[in-house]
């Protein structure tokens, strides 16, 4: 999966300026930056929620030029290969767990409702909420919400799964048994793109770094060096030192 040269702009503001990324299978890529840095552009530009001006996106058989534009076909077809999980987990709550998970499955995937529902308990009992079935969104608490979010997801098979701050409105408790579902993800090499503000977790859990900021990428790297006491740019050491509180004193 691979960005060339992207831009994209609201209004006057211009969001990515000339952005170059790839995001390598079987690894984990996560994106930190300040709030409005970009990050969820770039995120939501690999599924085609956000549709650039201009530059190119590769993945597997899609070659897409944006300054020609996107047709819905196109972004149907790379919509059933990426997963997407939001910040608000965005469930529908009129069906219960179980419905949420088997809806992509049997409307997108065409996949008979047995099987689907075979698959979609399989998940569910992977994120730890396999005694949800029947449950409703109303419920939940916001870290099951995730799980299952997660899980449905994951039951459409996706090369890669896009999380846009997925524990941000989570206390603490509730973060971590979210952040545990996808350390074991990475595990299983699954493909992700992460969005988040937790540096402990990125640490742990990226094979990529990506720093973004002002619309414009100021390391593209391995964690190792992005954390490194040695990094030489101040810039990041000062981001990092306020998000890990370093600097409280």
Known sequence: MKLTKINKS????????????????GKITVMVGPSGSGKSTILRSLNLLVTPESGKFDFNNHHIDFSNGVSNKEKLAVRRETGMVFQD????????????????????????????????????????????????????????AQRVAIARALAMKP????LDEPTSALDPELELSVLKVLLQLAKEKQSMVIVTHNMAFAKQVANKII???????????????FFSSNNPNERIKNFIASMTMENLK
Do not use: C, W
């Not at 090369?159 to 896009?162: C, D, G, T």
């Open 10 to 25: 609201y209004g006057d503001k211009r969001v990515l300026k000339d952005v170059s990324l790839d995001f390598p299978a």
């Open 89 to 144: 987990y965005n469930l529908f709550p009129h069906k219960t767990v179980l419905g949420n998970v088997i809806e992509g499955p049997t409307q997108v995937l065409k996949m008979t409702s047995k099987e689907a529902q075979q698959r979609a308990k399989e998940l569910l009992t992977k994120v730890g909420m396999g005694d949800y079935s029947d449950a409703y969104p109303n419920e939940l608490s916001g870290g099951q």
């Open 159 to 162: 090369q890669y799964v896009l």
């Open 211 to 225: 720093f973004v900021e002002d619309g414009e990428i100021i390391y593209d790297g391995v964690p190792e060096e």
